[in-house]
Every structure is written in structure tokens, then in C-alpha cells.
């Protein structure tokens, strides 16, 4: 369109006579055609820029708008989540307090049961040390028996020992100020005094007590509360006095085991006591028919050998007899082979 005004333009140039201008028909058509096809499009194009301007402007204004609530926006919700701050700020300041007083309340009431533990502890070691006491009469454990009480103390009895023998480590020492301690020696001290009482004895061995204490004994460890070991063995021995209860022990495949590893404690009590009820087993009539072969073994002899040369005197004593009885049960057995082999 450029092209063909120019064009024009040269033809009005050389025909312009007295202000009228010579034009071609078909220019002049065509320039007709040019100006209302401009006529036509150029309000579309022109409205068209001004409604995109319009939708832009519009679209500015809206981001402006925007742009100029976002702020407040922002500050309102910057007020909402301070005030969401304090409120979450003065409830943790309220749940700190509480639990400042709860743990006041329970430092208090730990503080208040460790004093209730230790008065009833210490009443308890008062009330079996006085139970030890008497059970020394046998009159008195005749009474109990007759009362019928003393199997719900023995039930007791036996599951406070468990409980505490399964809480000895190898750095328990028993101090004869501890009241649990007190407790555990006066409970094992009475059952140790009823099994002296013939009565008591039978009692004991009717409620199968006598397998429970071996039990004890192997859960101590070794050098661990020989007070404690010392009565228990005490307790199996006046059991074995028993016929019964002496063959109820040499039945038991874990008691010749568990002299052997006794005899190997430092403390020269648990030896000694551990020597007389070896010695209470070998008194059994047909000792070497059940434990002929472990008796003899040359590891126990070995320790008991040892412990003749024991400074203490009653523990020295004790033991050159129990090796004199193993000789004699090694005598016995090796002439009953003797025998056997004749009627062969």
C-alpha cells in the first residue's frame, strides 16, 4: 500500500495544473479501495490495541491492587500468628509450672514412699529378727503348726528369697545395717530353725522347700552373701537329718555339683557347712550306688584335700574327716566290685 501512494504521488507531481491534480481511474480506484479497506480495519485494529491496553491495564491495576492489600494481608495474618505465639507461649508457660509442681509433687511423694519402704523394711527385719528368735523353741514351732500359719510364711518366705537372690550381682555386700538384708538373713534363719525341729522338718519336706533351697544356692553367685548361703546350707542339713530328706538330696543331680563349687568360696563358713552336708550325704545308705562315681571324682577330692590344710581349725577338722569318709565309700566300692566279679 506504501508502494502504490508513492507511485501516486509521482503522477501528481507531473500532472498538477492550476490546483487540480490528473490521476489514472485505476489509481484513483484503487486508492478508494485502500482508504475504506483502511476505513474498515483500522477502527477493529485500534479497538482491538485499546481493549488488549484496557484488559492490560485493568490486569495492572488488579496486581496493583493486589500488591497494595498484600501488605495489609501480611500484617493481619503477621498479628494473627503473634497472638497465636502468646496464647502457644502462655500455655507452654502454664504446662511448664505444672509440670515444675507435678515434679515437686513426685520428688515429695518418691521421698515419702523411700520413707514408708524404709519403716516398713525396717519392721519387717525388727518383726523376722523376733521370728528368729522364737522359732529357736521348738514349742514354738510346734504352736505354729498346730496354728496352721506356717505355710503362708513359707510361701512368703520363698518368694521374697528368689526376689532377692535374683537382684544380687557380684557386687552385693551384705551389711548388717541394711534392713533388707536384716529381713532376708531373719526369713532364711527361721526356715533354717524349723528345719531343726523334727515337725518343722517334715512340714518342710511335704511342701518340697528342700528343692527350692538348692535352687538359691545355685543362683548366688560365687563369694556373693555367704551369710545368706551359710544358712540355707544350715536349713539342708537339718533336713537331711531326715531320711527322707536326705534321700530326696542325693536324688537331686545338681546338689553334688553345687558342694563342689561352694567348697571353692572364700569364705571358710560356706565350706565348712558345705563339708557337713557332703558328709550328711555320704552317711546315706546306698550313697554309692547314686553318687559313688561323682564322690570319688578326683576334682572333689582335690578340694577337699586342699581345705585340710585350712587355718581354721574346725573347718580343718571337718574336711580330713569327709576325706577319711571318701576313702571309706572308695573302700566300700571297690570291694563291692570285688564281689561282683567273684559270683561272675
Not at 552385693?172 to 522338718?201: M, W, Y
Amino acid at each position: 500500500m506504501s508502494a502504490s501512494v508513492r507511485g501516486t504521488s509521482r503522477h501528481l507531481c507531473h500532472g498538477a495544473k492550476d490546483g487540480f491534480v490528473k490521476v489514472r481511474k485505476r489509481d484513483l480506484e484503487k486508492l478508494t479501495t485502500e482508504v475504506m479497506q483502511l476505513r474498515e480495519f483500522l477502527p477493529r485494529v485500534v479497538n482491538g490495541m485499546m481493549i488488549d491496553i484496557l484488559h492490560k491495564t485493568q490486569a495492572q491495576k488488579t496486581v496493583k491492587e493486589h500488591l497494595t492489600q498484600e501488605p495489609e494481608l501480611l500484617r493481619q495474618e503477621c498479628l494473627h500468628l503473634q497472638s497465636r505465639l502468646d496464647a502457644v507461649q502462655t500455655e507452654c508457660q502454664k504446662e511448664r509450672q505444672e509440670k515444675c509442681l507435678l515434679r515437686d509433687q513426685l520428688w515429695q511423694s518418691q521421698a515419702e514412699v523411700q520413707q514408708q519402704a524404709d519403716f516398713c523394711s525396717s519392721l519387717g527385719s525388727v518383726a523376722c529378727s523376733l521370728l528368729w528368735n522364737c522359732s529357736t523353741r521348738e514349742d514354738t514351732v510346734r504352736l505354729w503348726l498346730t496354728e496352721g500359719n506356717l505355710q503362708a510364711f513359707l510361701s512368703v518366705a520363698t518368694q521374697t528369697l528368689e526376689s532377692f537372690v535374683r537382684t544380687l550381682d557380684e557386687a552385693a555386700k551384705s551389711s548388717p545395717e541394711d534392713h533388707n538384708t536384716q529381713f532376708v538373713l531373719a526369713l532364711a534363719g527361721t526356715i533354717t530353725n524349723i528345719a531343726a525341729v523334727t515337725c518343722g522338718r517334715e512340714f518342710l519336706l511335704a511342701h518340697d522347700l528342700l528343692n527350692t533351697l538348692i535352687k538359691l544356692l545355685e543362683l548366688m553367685k560365687p563369694n556373693v552373701f555367704p551369710k545368706l548361703k551359710v544358712l540355707v546350707l544350715m536349713a539342708l542339713y537339718n533336713a537331711s537329718i531326715s531320711v527322707t530328706g536326705l534321700k530326696c538330696m542325693s536324688n537331686n543331680p545338681v546338689l553334688l555339683p553345687l558342694i563342689r563349687t561352694l567348697l571353692e568360696d572364700r569364705s571358710w563358713e560356706v565350706c565348712l557347712h558345705s563339708l557337713r552336708l557332703l558328709q550328711s550325704l555320704l552317711m546315706e545308705d546306698g550313697v554309692h550306688n547314686r553318687l559313688g562315681a561323682a564322690v570319688m571324682e578326683s576334682d572333689l577330692q582335690a578340694r577337699v584335700t586342699r581345705l585340710t590344710c585350712s587355718v581354721e581349725p574346725s573347718l580343718r577338722l571337718i574336711a580330713q574327716q569327709t576325706l577319711d569318709d571318701i576313702q571309706v565309700l572308695k573302700q566300700v566300692s571297690m570291694m563291692g566290685r570285688g564281689c561282683k566279679q567273684n559270683n561272675l
